[in-house]
């Protein structure tokens, strides 16, 4: 493992693998190099890239300086870039995504960008509207952990954004919810950070950009997937066979390969 230092001085624990241009993995929701899909994507494509993952702020092994705001986190992001190689790749899961689309908008050194499955509505009746709703679950994901009740922050973000009852019903079962709710307080950083995500953050991202959803995902999922590639200057769409809210790293690596090459 590497680390970044961030403009406010936190520490980003990274790590690399492989050979040939710099491409960064930016986690979704809950996700870090220790848990989640990024670790086994980044083996298949390490044959054709340097690929980087790394810890965003409040999770696995990088630090976390308060208070929280989304432009910390694009800070975090330019600083990983800088370490992986400038310009670079950076493909983005979830809020992840939506991370990915404002460090390309803030002006990031980012050559090109992929999203799988961005949570981006478009069509709500007014982004004070659609902000102030997400800045609610924010805060009471807040309150709940500050309560201590790290558990029931967890099930509630899913909850709350539509992940299926019956994968909510397990969760507390699941081998890796402990992990989940170490970090329970990141699930608040997520939600602010899709709600800084607006349709004119979205005309300002210049640069060639693939959007990606599951052909198993839900109608909504699909459908914001396929609205934020129309509203995009240099946006494509794709739908790959996978999963609700996923496609496996040994589908969705052939893609990424051929739109980076």
């Not at 790749?89 to 499955?117: D, K, N, Q, R, T």
Request: glycine fraction near 12%; aromatic fraction near 6%.
């Amino acid at each position: 493992m590497a680390t970044a230092t961030s403009r406010d001085g936190t520490r980003i624990g990274f790590e690399r693998a492989g050979a040939g241009p710099a491409l960064v993995l930016v986690d979704a929701a809950g996700g870090f190099r220790g848990f989640g899909p990024m670790g086994p994507l980044a083996e298949r494509l390490a044959d054709r890239f340097t690929v980087v993952t790394y810890d965003r702020r409040g999770r696995g092994e990088s630090g976390d300086t308060p208070p929280y705001a989304v432009e910390r986190e694009v800070e975090d992001l330019a600083a990983v870039i800088e370490a992986a190689g400038e310009p670079a790749f950076v493909h983005g899961f979830s809020s992840g995504a939506a991370l990915g689309l404002l460090g390309a908008a803030a002006g990031l050194p980012i050559a090109m960008l992929s999203l799988l499955e961005p949570p981006i509505t478009l069509d709500r009746p007014s982004r004070e509207d659609g902000a102030q709703r997400e800045g609610d679950l924010a805060a009471e994901i807040d309150e709940l952990v500050a309560s201590g009740r790290r558990a029931d922050a967890v099930e509630h973000f899913h909850r709350s954004i539509g992940v299926p009852d019956e994968i909510v019903a397990g969760l507390r079962q699941a081998p890796f919810f402990p992990a989940l709710e170490g970090i329970a307080h990141t699930l608040a950083y997520d939600s602010r950070m899709t709600s800084a995500v607006s349709a004119a953050t979205l005309r300002s991202v210049t640069v060639p950009t693939l959007v990606i959803n599951s052909s198993s995902s839900d109608e909504r999922l699909r459908g914001w997937a396929a609205d934020v590639a129309a509203a995009l200057p240099r946006g494509r769409h794709l739908t790959l066979p996978g999963e609700w809210h996923g496609v496996p790293e040994k589908v969705l690596a052939p893609a990424l390969a051929g739109f980076f090459a």
